[in-house]
């Protein structure tokens, strides 16, 4: 692996909410967690852009904080004309909310994802769907870059996604949601997505596939932990 195509991993909060009192972990805090990849050049990679903002039946649910996608690359010292591309773990509000804020940019998406995400009542269309959003719709596992490499995680969603990128150390895994947490992954008690999904078989099958990987590190869009594989191991 050369270094030109080395990414470095930055995690970002891509905004918070508060568990409603008819989910799991009624009153606790929720977290998304977006990710920026950064070449060695300069060039942007983003993966997930986090919650919409300004949606009354969302807002009175969920109360979420926002953070604006501008307001979180410029923290990382970056600005959104760097993104050369993007992707979306899956279509729902809390991770593609902001997709309108990267107008004219590709952003890759599973065939299943876009047809599903044109139900009514799947994702806020106004946010997914702004004035320039731009899909390239694939099916299954795509080298999107060179060193970014999608792979087709079905299970949270019918379209989910995940990444695998080269870095300088190695292979990391951005799992997106579909393992809920750093618990879940190790198999421990804790937050876990498994027992509300429609297609339990699926999902699993999804969190073998991940596991099998050679990450040697793993990051979630719903915790802001991470596993090191090499000294906790997986399954
Ligand atoms: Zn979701
Ligand atoms: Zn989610």
């Known amino acids: 692996m050369g270094d030109a195509d080395a990414w470095e991993v930055l995690p970002f909060d891509a905004g918070t909410f508060t568990f409603p009192d008819d989910e799991p ?6 977290v998304v967690v977006a990710h920026l990849l950064r070449a060695g050049d300069g060039r942007l990679f983003l993966f997930d852009t986090g919650i919409g903002e300004g949606h009354p039946a969302l807002d009175a649910r969920y109360d979420p904080v926002e953070r604006p996608l501008p307001d979180a690359l410029g ?4 600005g959104i004309e760097q993104v050369v591309a993007a992707t ?4 729902h509000a809390d991770h593609a909310g902001q997709n309108h804020h990267i107008p004219g ?3 890759y ?3 299943a994802e876009r047809e599903i995400a044109s139900t009514p009542g799947y994702t806020v269309p106004a946010w997914i769907d702004g ?3 731009t899909y390239a719709a694939i099916d299954g596992d795509t080298d999107v870059l ?3 490499r999608i792979l087709s995680t079905p299970g949270h969603s019918p379209g989910h996604q995940s990444l695998l990128v080269t870095t300088r150390r190695g292979p990391v895994l951005l799992a997106g949601q579909a393992v809920y947490s750093r618990e879940e992954w190790l198999d421990r008690p804790g937050r876990e997505g498994r027992s509300g999904v429609r297609d339990p078989a699926r999902y699993e099958a999804s969190l073998r596939r991940l596991h099998a990987t050679a990450a040697i590190r793993v990051h979630f869009a ?8 090499a000294s906790e191991g997986g399954l």
């Open 146 to 148: 060179p060193g970014i």
């Open 75 to 78: 923290e990382l010292g970056h």
């Open 105 to 107: 940019i590709p952003i």
């Open 131 to 133: 004035p320039g959003v």
């Open 222 to 229: 719903h915790d802001r932990a991470v596993v090191d594989v």
């Open 88 to 91: 979306n773990c899956h279509l």
């Open 109 to 111: 998406v599973q065939r």
């Open 25 to 30: 972990w009624p009153g606790e805090q929720g």
